[in-house]
């Protein structure tokens, strides 16, 4: 396959992706935001980014772990550049605390890599190897982080529900 | 999945909603185009914006007569002179600054200026009421990826639009009163199932009547100005080397800060009368129909380096509104209702975004931004106001109070203030030249295939449009199938299907049609009628399972091998589905902790007779023979998929 072609078999992986998973990728970085819009815009970046630079896909059939992980990055971007973005080129923020604030507080007290991996497990239903691979770690990192995840929430949700 | 993980799920699916948007493809393809563009613009910018600052008269004098002549030359002939470019851009939008004692509303605008001098260096500024907001000094590369290039992006178009003649003078017409002509440069055809019909999107540049300077920018669907995306040009200057004021901070290469916001402890109003040292401001038990249901401490963390301290600023945040209902044990503040949210603090916060602007806004003002909040600073508090609607954001921050003070009327109009913000944040221009939508099938088409499935009709046409009749639905998928639909059509090679392109139609509405298989510019060559199948879908879960995967609920096969492959899949997802849940599902997880396989008999589903299911040792196996005789099988060794060949077909296991 020249390198054309497979450019736009890629491409063509990417679109299936976005039309079929779309509300997953926006759910997840809605997750790792805090804010639909500006998730919305991280999930665009992304797949934009991820249409300009398909060339460089090496991996194997299964495209969705790659485009995980450039989702992802770009929802932490996202997170991380709040206030990195000159005024010029947002809209005044809105307010930073999202709605449903005592589960968000919750979540949020997690480490990234346990917030990360349990919302690629709820909310897209990916398998450890995909977790792994979209978040660059190994799947027994996965496994573990999890576990903790489980642990924190289930402790602090029984502790709330008293 | 175990009661503990239950009770995960519930409060994971509270913490945010599924969403029903299916996002925007062409626009991804757009901008995916547009910053591939990006990475020549550093080669063109110079040129592009030469032409247009010094051979302006030129350059419309020959779009007049459509000839885009003597454009290139007079570019190329102008890098030499002066390669830095200069410009300066104000956005149709920014903010007001609104006198809540007079009711006077001032524009505040957000400006960007870019000084580029190719192979040198870039710089860029960006000003909110003429405060610097980000001022860095990078490469021109760093400026390309890291900033917003609008401009320059749009001097790479304009140049295109010039040297392939697609650019065409449209209108006349006027920018704050001054006189224009409008530019359109090309444009895109895109397809939209809304209405069955195409529609430009096109960029559109005006220049002055008289010196033929470019003086903004706007983008029309159907030839008509979309609000807010238009952008006034104040200056666009060719200065020489050693003009270049290059001399701002450089871009900062460390970490960025890090952090977030959380809520702390609850404060009764004893404790909000304290809070921030007694400076704390609300609105009152109830404020204009909304109880305050929630009043409580509000953390904001951040900080560089991980090894570092966090750096806390400690506010008061306050919600007006109503709740919602017990989800996973807990109540959630309702977002899907009118409310209005107060956040308050001493001092501005990394997290608590656009908080740094409170600082300079006078005493006894409020600063409106685009969006649905305002800040303003009252006895050194910074205070932000959110709502839904600007006239509630206006009525609150008039209205907030040191706790203990009656309510006092400001006597002020918030209905007619609200309209003034939003006139404030636009700049006015007149003209535009509209276009009408094209048809998606011609009406003179011919058709080629046609199928049908529980009441919903497809008809594809030669040349690739294709016709899907969602009225006469049966009426439990119009119950279970979310209001649009996602169609597609496809060939069929082996298990694999090349698509003939995607669209989207409503649920038992009128006949729609959507574009398949039609050449897009930037897009990949699809697959051409006539197809295998289509089908329609949408929805991830809420009716079938397995829960987070896509669902195309409604399958037709237009010729054998479509059907075949429908069948061949249902087969696969069957099977899948199986090895997944019940028994198999308990048995694998135990199976990942060293236990043996179980039983067959123990395995197997007695609703599912089709599936035969064998054990043995530390591995099961699962397999269905579909209605077309092909056989599938998944091979669980130690809980885990050893092997399977329903992976192309099914996505889950």
């Known amino acids: 396959m020249d390198t054309a072609t497979r450019a736009d078999a890629v491409l063509a992986q990417i679109e299936k992706a976005y039309r079929e998973r779309y509300p997953m990728f926006l759910r997840v970085a809605t997750a790792i935001v805090g804010d639909a819009d500006a998730a919305r815009d991280a999930v665009h970046d992304a797949f934009v980014r991820a249409v300009r630079h398909r060339r460089r896909y090496r991996g194997g059939p299964d495209i969705e772990p790659w485009l995980w992980r450039i989702v992802v990055n770009a929802a932490r971007k996202r997170r991380r550049g709040a206030t990195e973005l000159p005024v010029g080129d947002v809209e005044i923020a809105a307010p930073a605390t999202p709605p449903n604030g005592d589960l968000w507080t919750l979540v949020a007290s997690l480490p990234e890599r346990q917030r990360h991996a349990l919302f690629l497990r709820y909310y897209a239903d990916l398998d450890y190897r995909s977790i792994a691979e979209a978040l660059g770690v190994k799947p027994g990192t996965v496994a573990a982080s999890l576990h903790g995840a489980h642990q924190t929430l289930r402790r602090r949700l029984e502790e709330m529900d008293h | ?653």
């Open chain 2, 1 to 653: 999945m175990t009661e503990s993980h239950q009770t995960i799920h519930r409060a994971l699916d509270g913490l945010v909603d599924e969403p029903e948007d299916h996002g925007d493809w062409e626009r991804v393809l757009t901008d995916a185009g547009r910053a591939t563009r990006r990475s020549r613009l550093v080669r063109f910018a110079v040129a592009a914006l030469t032409a247009v600052g010094v051979a302006g008269a030129a350059v419309v004098a020959s779009l007049e007569d459509d000839r885009p002549s003597g454009i290139v030359d007079l570019a190329l002939a102008a890098i030499g002179d002066g390669p830095v470019i200069h410009v300066i851009t104000r956005g149709d939008w920014g903010g007001s600054l609104v006198d809540l004692s007079t009711g006077e509303v001032t524009p505040v605008h957000a400006e960007n200026e870019i000084w580029l001098e190719p192979g040198r260096a870039a710089r860029y500024v960006s000003r909110f009421g003429g405060k610097v907001t980000s001022d860095r000094v990078m490469s021109a590369a760093e400026l390309s990826r890291e900033v917003s290039t609008q401009l320059l992006d749009l001097a790479d178009r304009y140049r295109e639009a010039l040297r392939t003649g697609r650019a065409k003078v449209v209108a006349e017409g006027s920018v704050e009163g001054r006189p224009v002509r409008w530019i359109r440069l090309g444009g895109e055809w895109s397809p939209s199932s809304e209405d069955g019909r195409s529609h430009l999107r096109a960029e559109e540049v005006a220049v002055d009547a008289t010196s033929f300077e470019p003086v903004y920018t706007r983008w029309t669907d159907d030839g008509r100005p979309v609000p807010g995306t238009g952008q006034l040009i104040l200056k666009l200057e060719n200065l020489q080397a050693d003009e270049a004021d290059l001399s701002g901070p450089r871009a900062p290469r460390g970490p960025v800060a890090i952090g977030g916001a959380a809520l702390g402890r609850t404060l009764g109003r004893a404790d909000l009368a304290r809070a921030l040292d007694g400076r704390a401001l609300w609105l009152g038990s109830v404020h204009d129909g909304l109880p305050l249901v929630e009043s409580r401490v509000q953390e904001f963390r951040s900080r560089t380096d991980p090894d570092d301290e966090w750096e806390v600023v400690e506010g008061v945040s306050l919600f007006y509104g109503s709740l919602t209902k017990r989800r996973a044990g807990m109540r959630f503040r309702d977002n899907t209702k009118r409310f209005v949210q107060v956040l308050e603090g001493t001092r501005a916060a990394t997290m608590w975004r656009g908080s740094e602007l409170a600082t300079d806004v006078p005493e006894g003002s409020l600063l409106v931004g685009a969006g649905r909040t305002a800040f303003l600073r009252r006895q050194g508090v910074l205070v932000s106001v959110s709502s839904p609607e600007l006239v509630d954001v206006l009525a609150a921050a008039a209205a907030l109070r040191p706790v203990g003070d009656p309510p006092a009327s400001r006597g002020l109009d918030f209905e007619r203030l609200a309209l003034l913000v939003g006139r404030a944040q636009r700049v006015p221009t007149k003209g535009f030249a509209a276009v009408q939508p094209r048809p998606l099938v011609r009406p003179d088409a011919k058709p080629i295939q046609r199928g049908a499935t529980r009441g919903v009709t497809v008809v594809v046409y030669e040349g690739g449009g294709a016709r899907f009749d969602t009225r006469a639905m049966e009426s439990g998928l119009q119950r279970a199938l979310p209001e649009r639909l996602q169609t597609r059509c496809f060939r069929v090679a082996g298990d694999a299907v090349t698509s003939g392109g995607y669209g989207t139609v409503p649920r038992g509405a009128v006949q729609q049609a959507a574009l398949l298989a039609q050449p897009q510019r930037g897009r990949i060559p699809i697959a051409k009628p006539p197809f295998d199948a289509c089908e329609l879908g949408g929805g991830f879960g809420r009716n079938w399972l397995p829960r987070y995967d896509f669902h195309w609920p409604l399958e037709i096969g237009l010729t054998a091998r479509g059907r075949s492959w429908f069948e061949n899949r249902a087969a696969a997802r069957e099977l899948a589905h199986f090895v997944r849940t019940g028994p198999r599902r308990r048995a694998r997880k135990a199976m990942r902790q060293g236990a043996p396989a179980p039983d067959a008999a123990r395995l197997r589903d007695p609703g599912r007779p089709g599936i035969r299911v064998r054990a043995s040792g530390d591995r099961f196996t699962a397999s269905l023979t579909a209605s077309t005789g092909r056989r599938f099988f998944i091979e669980i060794d130690g809980g885990r998929v050893l092997r399977s060949n329903t992976k192309s077909l099914a996505r889950t296991t």
